[in-house]
């Protein structure tokens, strides 16, 4: 299987001139960002990151932030995102190259995997810790953000054990850790459990203690994602509650880790378009200022990230945002000067293989790719019983919605020769629509476009097929507010619309996905190949 890219080079405006649709693919991945959060006045503009980047957590190492996120269900997990001034970010790598049981992520399990999961810097290391609602938290670590990253280590068995957090007390050289619970999974929900913890990570010391019960708390509820730390003496907890469209950012505070916790609720949507503001993490820049990161559940587009001024006020509780309430534009952190940035998103496939920006809806297999020496990703046509619902195959390459309003494309060659065999271009949630190529009983290749509804268990056609001459075709969907999408495809003629607008769906946790597959029906030797070519959104 081709191993995915690891190149680190931040985004750069590009100096080439727009092509039309259809015209020749681009020869390289720079790109002007989809979205731009840095204005470029000494400004930003929220949301910092517009794609999917669940429960983000953040940390500063010098002059270096980084990032992680939830990653669910898909391979490689834990993303690593780096920035200088918490503004601009590119994607660097992924800390997990696979998820365990290797067993039990063969298929796709959007709502289990990497959640929430906690970066830490301590001892000279990286540390990342997380919780899989179905077995139980786990960490990894390395020297270098870049890795190599040790293997995952389970730290605490258990169902439902979720959003871990470790904290290495310089005060008094303990560790602890911290973590909430999803009711889903062991039957309770809306309290923190606290252990101390041996140094290295590998050990919890104690049974555990609840540290903070939110059902003791008038009006709380689903108390979840703390992230732990100790500041002026005391022993912080900023955790939010009241569910992920509708709560709040809440902080917690004891001079003993075991409690009592005092609180109070320091960041809420107020009279902001800025629903349910919460879950994130603190960090302190070199220049001795005070931000948090958080999420924003956005439907289809998932859970984007915003930045927040925070500050301390005269009874020493943090104040996030403006007075409480989240800003939408403000001065930028102190830093030196930074190149606007932004995940990368755009992939000319150099030598066959895909960038970071790729991840599969479960742990990927050898053969799903097919290496070769020019540009270009050639997918093999994967021999399955599934193909007639794309939320049941593994091996398709996806990556998050970019920003609100984009359009994306990709050229495709369609090479099996195997009846039945198809490739193409989807968006990917509950429901689903694709349009590519399908190779027919006689030999002909066609351009299909297909769709299944939420409930539905097997695509059906959303537009008539229509020849395909050449086996080759430019795909391209536009996406509009509200996750609208509609499909156009060139198979020589021109651009065309294919079917009518469809909206994107989210999975239970996760935001819609644009992706790439090929496929063919169960039968012996191989299936074939189809390749991408010019992977682009403008």
């Keep these: 299987m081709t191993e995915p890219r690891t190149d680190t080079a931040p985004a750069r405006p590009s100096t080439a001139p727009a092509r039309p649709f259809g015209t020749d693919r681009p020869t390289g991945t720079d790109h002007r960002p989809v979205h731009r959060a840095d204005q470029g006045d000494g400004t930003y503009r929220n949301p910092v990151l517009a794609a ?13 932030f980084y990032l992680t996120a939830s990653s669910f269900g898909r391979a490689p997990g834990l993303p690593l995102l780096h920035s200088r001034d918490l503004v601009n970010w590119t994607l660097v790598g992924h800390a997990l190259e696979r998820l365990e049981p290797a067993a039990e992520f063969a298929a796709p399990r959007h709502d289990a995997g990497v959640w929430a999961p906690s970066l830490r810097h301590a001892d000279g290391r990286f540390w990342i810790f997380w919780g899989d609602p179905d077995h139980g938290i786990h960490q990894v670590s390395a020297e270098d953000i870049r890795g190599p990253w040790t293997a995952p280590h389970l730290l605490k068995a258990g169902k439902g054990l979720i959003d871990p957090c470790p904290l290495w007390d310089e005060e008094t050289g303990e560790a602890y850790l911290v973590h909430a619970w999803a009711k889903s999974r062991a039957g309770v929900k809306n309290r923190l459990t606290g252990h101390r913890m041996s140094r290295d990570g590998r050990t919890l010391l104690d049974e555990g203690t609840i540290v903070v019960d939110g059902d003791r708390v008038p009006g709380w509820f689903t108390l979840e994602g703390p992230k732990l730390y100790r500041h002026d003496g005391w022993f912080w907890i900023l955790a939010p509650a009241g569910g992920v469209e509708t709560g709040w950012q809440g902080a917690f505070r004891s001079r003993e880790f075991t409690g009592p916790y005092e609180e109070r609720i320091v960041l809420a949507q107020g009279g902001t378009d800025v629903n349910g503001p919460h879950q994130g ?31 301390w006020d005269d009874d020493g509780w943090p104040v996030m945002g403006d007075r409480g309430e989240p800003v939408l534009r403000h001065r930028k952190p102190a830093a030196p000067p930074q190149p606007v940035a932004a995940p990368a998103t755009d992939d000319a496939f150099p030598g066959g293989r895909f960038g970071p920006q790729w991840q599969w809806t479960a742990n990927p297999r050898p053969g799903w790719t097919t290496g070769h020496g020019g540009d270009g990703l050639r997918l093999t046509c994967v021999r399955t019983g599934d193909a007639h619902d794309l939320r049941l195959l593994p091996h398709v390459l996806t990556q998050r919605l970019p920003a609100e309003t984009f359009t994306a494309e990709v050229g495709l060659v369609l090479e099996s020769t195997e009846p039945g065999a198809r490739a193409g271009l989807a968006v990917l949630g509950d429901a689903f629509s694709w349009i ?3 190779r027919g009983a006689d030999g002909a290749v066609h351009l299909v476009h297909r769709f299944a509804e939420p409930v539905a268990e097997a695509e059906r056609d959303a537009a008539p097929p229509r020849p395909a001459p050449d086996g080759r075709v430019r795909l391209r969907v536009e996406v509009t507010a509200g996750a609208r999408c509609r499909f156009t495809a060139d198979t020589g003629d021109g651009p065309r619309p294919s079917g009518p607008v469809f909206a994107a769906t989210p999975w239970r946790w996760v935001g819609a996905l644009l992706g790439l597959f090929a496929a063919a029906p169960p039968g012996p030797g191989s299936g074939g190949t189809a390749e991408f070519t010019g992977f682009r959104i403008t």
């Design 436 to 438: 590519g190529l399908e």
């Design 281 to 311: 993490g603190w960090v302190r820049t070199p220049a001795g200022e005070d931000w948090f990161l958080h999420f924003q559940a956005r439907g289809p587009y998932g859970r984007v990230v915003h930045l927040q001024p925070m500050a």
């Design 52 to 64: 999917d980047w669940s429960d983000p957590d953040v940390i500063a190492v010098g002059d270096d």
